[in-house]
């Protein structure tokens, strides 16, 4: 999800699955100002709702702006029979470990 998209699912009342643990941070002035300037123009969404969303949008941009990395591995070939190669950059990495912490909140969410 984009940011911009966020403005859409705001005004949609989008809603999530949330980790039962807690992440404590300090903004800047400017961003906590930015945060009341949101909750006052969407008033159906917490602070926390805000925090979180633009968060989650954020991640997304990070993820989908990590460098393709050619490896020397050919992993598939495309329509035209020319190899693809896998990625060694960052995005298998981040991947990994995101499944690998979704995997720790889920079973703790079982529990």
Not at 26 to 31: G, K, S, T
Not at 35 to 49: T, V
Not at 50 to 59: F, R, T, V
């Amino acid at each position: 999800m984009t940011v911009k998209e966020l403005v859409k699912n705001w005004q949609d009342q989008a809603h999530g699955t949330l980790t039962k643990d807690k992440f404590t941070v300090n903004l800047a002035v400017e961003d906590a100002a930015r945060i009341d300037a949101l909750s006052e123009m969407y008033p159906k969404r917490s602070k926390e709702q805000l925090i979180s969303e633009l968060i989650s949008a954020a991640l997304a941009e990070l993820e989908s702006s990590f460098p393709y990395v050619q490896g020397s591995e050919v992993v598939a070939t495309d329509e035209l029979g020319d190899p693809i190669f896998a990625d060694v950059g960052p995005t298998p990495k981040f991947l990994s470990l995101t499944k690998k912490y979704l995997s720790k909140y889920n079973d703790a969410a079982n529990d």
